[in-house]
């Protein structure tokens, strides 16, 4: 964990508590294809009560402060992965989520979580999930001619 990344989950858990929300620039490859590095931006509000399967959420595991798609809840935990993963992470504590996104900005368009075209696009990609390298590697192939990282 860097001395960035704590001073900033500092600002969102300090700006969350207090009832608001806070946007922020995505950083790094683990929500390929949804979000690009530093191209686009989520916007973060307190956790809920209840989260479910689909719910995008930033925590902290092993730490490392981590933006990831729930796919499964169950009495071992709550776990994550992101869109560019066929894995899921190590279960989450309910206590280690700091913020859920609740719209992002993609392409200069800000788009709500709540909208159809988002809840479908979670529900696909989690269906396939054991196919996302294969998808994610020919599409950057054909792309830019060569494979993903």
């Known amino acids: 964990m860097t001395e960035t990344d704590a001073e900033l989950t500092g600002l969102i858990q300090e700006t969350v508590s207090a009832g608001k929300t806070i946007t922020v620039t995505v950083t790094g490859h683990s929500m390929t294809p949804l979000f690009r590095d530093k191209r686009d931006t989520v916007t973060l509000a307190a956790k809920p009560k209840k989260l479910k399967r689909g ?12 933006l990831h798609r729930i796919i499964k809840i169950n009495k071992k ?11 899921p992470e190590p279960p989450v504590e309910y206590g280690n989520i700091i913020a859920k996104v609740i719209e992002y900005k993609r392409k200069g368009k800000i788009r709500s979580v709540k909208r159809f075209s988002h809840r479908f696009y979670s529900w696909f990609w989690r269906l396939i999930r054991p196919f996302r390298r294969i998808i994610i590697n020919t ?9 993903v990282g």
């Open 55 to 66: 719910d995008m959420i930033y925590y902290i595991s092993n730490s490392k402060y981590l």
């Open 77 to 87: 935990g709550i776990f994550c992965a992101g869109d560019a993963a066929t894995k």
């Open 139 to 147: 599409g950057y192939r054909l792309k830019y001619g060569k494979k």
